[in-house]
């Protein structure tokens, strides 16, 4: 069961909005329209869980009273969300951006001890690792250099780097990553702070009511239609970030990358002028992003050689949408494999149905 937002995407959530969604939600559950005291326990537990996955934020016993929540706490839950103020979720959002702020700081201590350390030695802190939430801030600090060592490791390995050559660079790329993840928990001035906290608000109390009901907010909305209508628009690219900037890891056949003559492997330095080279991932899609024949202009490094490309934005055919077919001869007749890899249906006049009745048509 999902409940989305029927807003323009450019809309911003308000703790307003939370009530308004709860209500639609429990309107899908017969069994459920109160948010009752074990639902106060499960939000909580999945709010503070959805921001510290890996337990390398808080203290065992700094979230023992959030997620082992006494009848105090789950009153204080259930008064806040009835009187409509979400105190107690805002309580513990202001725990998230302390924790924050002391993780950085024991990133930068461990990754200078590492600095000092051989590859041999990191590769041996890597294997460290624990599921619990730290004791102490001993073995805060142990599992923090522990994910950094483990970063470090993979990535010196999977690109066959000489560690010592690429160190920092390899560590102020797990930094940057690192703060990718907090962004929506991180001030980014009040109508932002307030949109993303109302989304984590309302994620977690869709989650708590039972294991089939998610809520998906505007830009999850977009992704998923997309991803189900293999409608895209773009220049037609696949991208894949590293600390050597943005990689363009595939070109689509026949697409404005393709006809202008990019390439896999080429890095991407600039979008219309701005240096993307300290922008998060994300950032740097919302900038290639853009309606269909709009222009682009990108600056592109290959090899040693730096150039610009200008590029219009068009709808793109994915190489998923397309059913492809292969003919084996088998006795005195042939046997036809059709693939599609999917199930879909777009506003672009293209549907799995139509994909696989050209296919059959193509071989009779």
Same mark, same amino acid.
């Not at 017969?30 to 510290?52: I, Q, T, W």
């Not at 979400?86 to 002391?102: L, S, V, W």
């Not at 068009?314 to 292969?326: C, F, G, K, N, V």
């Given at each position: ?91 513990? *959002? ?154 363009? *890891? ?23 002028? *701005? ?88 071989? *009779?």
């Amino acid at each position: 069961m999902v409940f989305i937002k029927s807003v323009f995407f450019l809309s911003l959530f308000t703790i307003n909005d939370i009530p308004e969604g709860v209500k639609e939600l429990f309107s899908y559950h017969y069994d459920r329209n109160d948010f009752d005291a074990e639902m106060a326990k499960r939000s909580l537990d999945l709010f503070v869980e959805s921001f510290d996955v890996d337990h390398s934020y808080f203290l065992w016993s700094e979230v023992k009273p959030m997620l082992s929540p006494s009848g105090k706490w789950i009153d204080f839950t259930k008064k806040s969300f009835t009187n409509r103020s979400f105190e107690a979720f805002i309580e513990i *959002q202001k725990y998230f951006e302390q924790a924050i702020e002391r993780r950085i700081a024991f990133e930068n201590e461990m990754i200078r001890d590492l600095l000092e350390k051989p590859f041999k030695e990191v590769q041996k802190i890597a294997a460290y690792g624990f599921e619990p939430y730290p004791a102490n801030f001993a073995q805060l600090k142990t599992k923090i250099k522990s994910e950094a060592a483990l970063f470090a490791t993979r990535e010196t390995l999977n690109g066959r780097y000489d560690y010592e050559n690429v160190k920092k660079k390899i560590y102020t790329y797990f930094q940057k990553k690192q703060r990718e993840k907090e962004l929506e928990y991180m001030q980014r001035g009040p109508s932002m702070e307030e949109h993303y906290f109302s989304i984590h608000v309302l994620k977690a109390i869709a989650a708590s009511m039972d294991a089939h009901t998610r809520f998906f907010s505007p830009d999850e909305k977009r992704e998923m239609k997309q991803a189900l209508s293999k409608d895209y628009s773009g220049i037609g690219v696949v991208l894949r970030d590293s600390m050597d900037g943005l990689i363009i *890891q595939r070109v689509v056949e026949n697409s404005p990358a393709a006809n202008a003559g990019v390439r896999a492997k080429d890095i991407i330095l600039k979008i219309d002028g *701005q240096d993307i080279t300290n922008l998060y991932f994300r950032e740097a899609i919302e900038l290639l992003s853009g309606r269909n024949f709009t222009k682009v202009r990108l600056e592109i490094q290959r090899g040693e050689q730096i150039f610009e490309v200008s590029l219009t934005r068009a709808p793109i055919l994915s190489p998923e949408s397309q059913a492809r077919t292969t003919l084996f001869p088998f006795g005195t007749g042939t046997i036809a494999a059709i693939r599609l890899d999917g199930f879909f249906d777009n506003d672009q006049g293209n549907s799995a149905a139509q994909q696989l009745e050209s296919a059959i048509a193509s071989i *009779q």
